[in-house]
């Protein structure tokens, strides 16, 4: 970068200080309603937690299960007579 006199260093200051207050200004009075719903977001993180917590309980409940109470279903089979 060049070597600016003490004029143009306390220039360029001035205008990066006005850049930053008016990009404050505009920040401020920017509308939240253009973002969407602020309630959007917490809800769909609870249904995301609620989900994760069901997924992790379904994979206990079947992990815990012994092997007796599961049965099978019993096979059709064939009688040699027909």
Same mark, same amino acid.
């Given at each position: 970068?060049?070597?600016?006199?003490?004029?143009?260093? @306390?220039?360029?200051?001035?205008?990066?200080?006005?850049?930053?207050?008016?990009?404050?200004?505009?920040?401020?009075?920017?509308?939240?309603?253009?973002?969407?719903?602020?309630?959007?977001?917490?809800?769909?993180?609870?249904?995301?937690?609620?989900?994760?917590?069901?997924?992790?309980?379904?994979?206990?409940? @079947?992990?815990?299960?012994?092997?007796?109470?599961?049965?099978?279903?019993?096979?059709?089979?064939?009688?040699?007579?027909?």
């Amino acid at each position: 970068m060049p070597e600016l006199a003490p004029e143009e260093q @306390i220039e360029v200051e001035a205008d990066r200080r006005r850049r930053i207050t008016a990009a404050f200004r505009l920040g401020s009075e920017a509308s939240p309603a253009a973002s969407g719903p602020s309630w959007l977001g917490p809800m769909l993180a609870g249904i995301a937690m609620a989900l994760a917590a069901a997924l992790v309980l379904g994979v206990i409940t @079947i992990a815990r299960a012994t092997p007796g109470t599961t049965q099978a279903t019993p096979s059709v089979k064939a009688s040699p007579t027909h």
